[in-house]
């Protein structure tokens, strides 16, 4: 309380001598944050955090609330689970209601706009006094809790993933003396949330999903997840999941037009497969984790795909060669319609399966195919140096591991698909098979250094600067540098 009458003191000083509102700002916001009694505490105690403040208060009396709350909105004090409009308690009063504003924004009748005064007085809203509050855990939302509650200056987590009922963090070493307190603050605070887990430092480079320790809640991973209207169900610990492709899922099947066929290589939990196959496309649909594909055929039941959903599971490249081989020649033998799509998701490797395309058919096949020729997209990231353009990176990645330069005849679109981290972007090429590349051998003329000890971040951890968070992990990705 001493501390908060100082405050308020500081404020009145402030107000006298027309100091800038910043600085008034920056008193008055201290105001409504946690008593500092919390700071080093490891284990949650919710009790500690009930405070006493001081809040500018206006009385309503028996106003048309229609009428003030236009003038009023603006400065009222929103803070969770704190009701801004209450019932006047003192003994005397006969029902009328006040309205707790914001100390940041007022602190006096006169800090109010001229006009919104105006409104307010002729409607006898003028009296204006400071009141007495309790708050408690409750109203502070988590990164207050967790900024109170941390070392001064210590970086706080401040972001996280929600898939399905579970949070995922991905928490520094230094915040780990404080992992239990994180998880129990993220269930209460986070709504729908049942389970809290941290990322481990080791990261299945296989099956790219991640080791975790559970924080908080149910020992549970088993998650079921919404997507653009259809229902994921997997078991988090085992398979890779990122809530950060659902635009992408919903472009690439946006592409695939009635007959056309999907082939997807790193199908995953089947978040192109699924859609695709519902839309009525024949989807062959492969990946080498059997959690996953389990996931992919139950997601396939799940979802009803009408039996659309071929799954496999095997390694992306004997996949291409057998399965997708095989099928494309029976297409051109039986003359179907519709165009093949071939997605290959796994950014920081699907290039290395590009050698494929080399030999993958005989020259008489090749020709068959190449009738039509099919389209591939191919997912990488690329890390930028100065003034790199990451459409250009990514061409160039594709033609090194190609062997053959996209031509206007072979190339459709460089998309770029979203930000990894700074300076790092995953890329989408998407370019047709034609036979210049299924048959003949052009060299491309630039080669690129291929960075194989660079920084893999998270890919699954959100900020809320809205970049991805994450910690160092071997695997490849594109420097933005030219070798000759
Ligand atoms: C980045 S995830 C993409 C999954 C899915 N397409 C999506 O968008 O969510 C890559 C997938 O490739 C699978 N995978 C990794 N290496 C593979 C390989 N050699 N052959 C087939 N699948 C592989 C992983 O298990 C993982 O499910």
Known sequence: MAVVGYLVAALATCNRRGLSRHICNTVMA??????????????????????????PVIRLGKANLARVMPALKKYMLKMQKFKPIQKYDDADDDGGKI?????????????????????????????????????????????QVLKAVFPEGAEVPNSYSKIGHLVHLNLRDSQLPQKHLIGQVLLDKISNTKTVVNKLNTIDTTYRHFAMEVLAGDKDTMVTVSEHGF????????????????????????????HDVLYD????????????????????????NPESYRWLIENAKLNKTRGNVTAFNKDGREFLKVEVKNDILKRRDIGTEGSEHIAMNLPGMAVEFLDVFADWFNREEAEKVCRKPPIVHLYCFVKLGKDAD????????????????????????????????????MMRVSFMLISDILIGYKPV????????????????????????????????????????
């Not at 409504?32 to 105690?45: E, I």
């Not at 990176?393 to 033609?399: C, G, P, Q, S, Y």
């Not at 062997?403 to 300076?423: D, M, Q």
Request: hydrophobic share 35%; glycine share 6%; charged share 25%.
């Open 30 to 55: 201290s105001l409504l944050v946690p008593p500092t009694s919390v700071r080093g505490m490891t284990k949650l105690d919710r009790s500690k955090f009930t405070t006493i403040v001081e809040l």
């Open 99 to 143: 309205a707790y504003l914001d100390p940041v924004k007022v602190q006096n009748f006169e800090d109010i706009d001229e006009s919104d005064q105006k409104l307010l007085s002729d409607n006898d809203v003028t009296d204006f006094f400071k009141k007495r509050v309790s708050l408690n855990y409750d109203n502070w939302p988590y990164d």
């Open 231 to 258: 229902q994921y169900k997997f078991d988090f610990a085992t398979v890779y999941w990122n809530p950060r492709l659902a635009t992408e899922h919903q472009a690439l099947v946006s592409f695939i037009k009635p």
């Open 265 to 288: 290589v790193f199908a995953g939990v089947g978040p192109f497969a699924i859609p695709a196959g519902c839309k009525g496309n024949r989807v062959m649909a492969n990946d080498l």
């Open 390 to 425: 990451p459409h250009a990176l990514a061409k160039l990645l594709v033609e090194e591991k190609l062997g053959h330069t996209l031509t206007p005849e072979s190339l459709l679109t460089i998309h770029h698909v979203r930000n990894v981290s700074p300076n790092k972007e």
């Open 445 to 484: 003329a630039k080669k690129l250094k291929i960075d194989n000890t660079d920084l893999f971040l998270d890919e699954n951890v959100i900020g809320k600067d809205g970049k991805e968070q994450g910690t160092p992990q071997d695997q490849k990705c594109v420097q933005g540098s030219r070798s000759s």
